[in-house]
């Protein structure tokens, strides 16, 4: 058992040192770092040839001008081509930078548009693309390629001139030598796939501080998020009011002016006819019976006590029991998240049942919610015919309410189904 155990222990080590070797990422990063070089040459071929000929030919009636300017929108698509390739192989999406302000007019225009951050940084990454990737590739090839030929140095090191490798006096001839030029080969071979990686991470650094928004550009689109979030949280907010507006006027409301006025009539027959204002009271205490189940429904939709009091799980088991449409439901969190997370996942779930019991022709429903890291995951799913909105009413009231949060909804609802909707809502540490 102790062998086993430690055959099982030795392949365990062996594989976490020789697997980032062949591992996808350590290739998609050699693949990045060769792929630069050869697309940083050409670029910066480009640029150079097209900027020096341009500045060259402005004095003469301002032809260079037009050729500067196809050189600016040149690296501005070639920038647009490196977020994609960063996107492609390392993973990591660029944002782009916003447009610049469309102020001024003529001559002044086109040398804001020329000359503004963007396009400079776009043509500084141009010219930088092929001097970085040069010693990026330098000392990638150079530590994969030594190693390779240390590891393999039995093999040929007789076969040299001379009988072996020589560095002025000093040579690797001998099998001791040979071993110890092995085991260094082997270190820089275990060394090379996470400095390739490292490499990779550097370039990326390099490209989304030259190719992404600086930081007020960011500042300013996270800004212009939350304003939108915050005017979907005022609308979500205002079409909720309407709607306990309406449900107390067409239900509850209405139901007790019945109430009154059959309350009104017994009162009025007591005297000459007791049977027929005993009859009528029955009817008002039905009536009655009916405006209290219409008041705790609307309660419930405001915010329902068994969720403050027992948590999403009861809540959400509470809302599956009144949907006419069969419904499991699915709790694993560790712990309580946030009383106003679990209001508007309570509040997802429940106009998601509603959806489903109205539209979606379903024979089974399914919620489950669970912790993803930092972020609480609401799922839920149905076998019906699909064709959901994610632009509806529902659905983007539901999306607002979440991105008050900070939130995310995501909708997968095909023709002929299934329909899925998945929100994810943060919920601190």
Known sequence: MTGTGTEAMRRGVLARVVWPVFSARTWLAITHLLAGLLIGLIAGIVVIVGISVGVSLVPLFLIGVPILASVFWLCAQFARAERARFALLLGGNIAAPPPPPAAGTGWRRVLRTMLGPAPVRNLCYALLRFPLSAVQAAIMVTIWSLGLALVALPAYNRALPGGGVHLGDWTLAGHGREAAAVIAGLILLLIAPPLTRGLAAADAVVGRRLLGPRGDANLT???GELERSR???VGAAETERRRIERDLHDGAQQRLVSLAMELGRARAKFGTDPEAAAAIVDQAHEQAKEALTELRNLVRGVHPPVLSDRGLDAALSGLAALSPVPVTVRVDLPARPPAGIEAIAYFVVAEALTNVAKHA???HAEVAVDRSGE????RI????VGGADPAGQG???LASRAAGVDGR??????AGGPTSIEVLLPCGS
């Open 409 to 414: 909804l995501s909708v997968s609802s095909p």
């Open 361 to 363: 022709r379903a024979s």
């Open 375 to 378: 972020m609480l995951r609401v």
């Open 395 to 397: 659905l983007s009231g």
């Open 221 to 223: 689109a996270r800004i």
């Open 381 to 384: 799913s149905d076998d019906g």
């Open 231 to 233: 005017a979907g949280v």
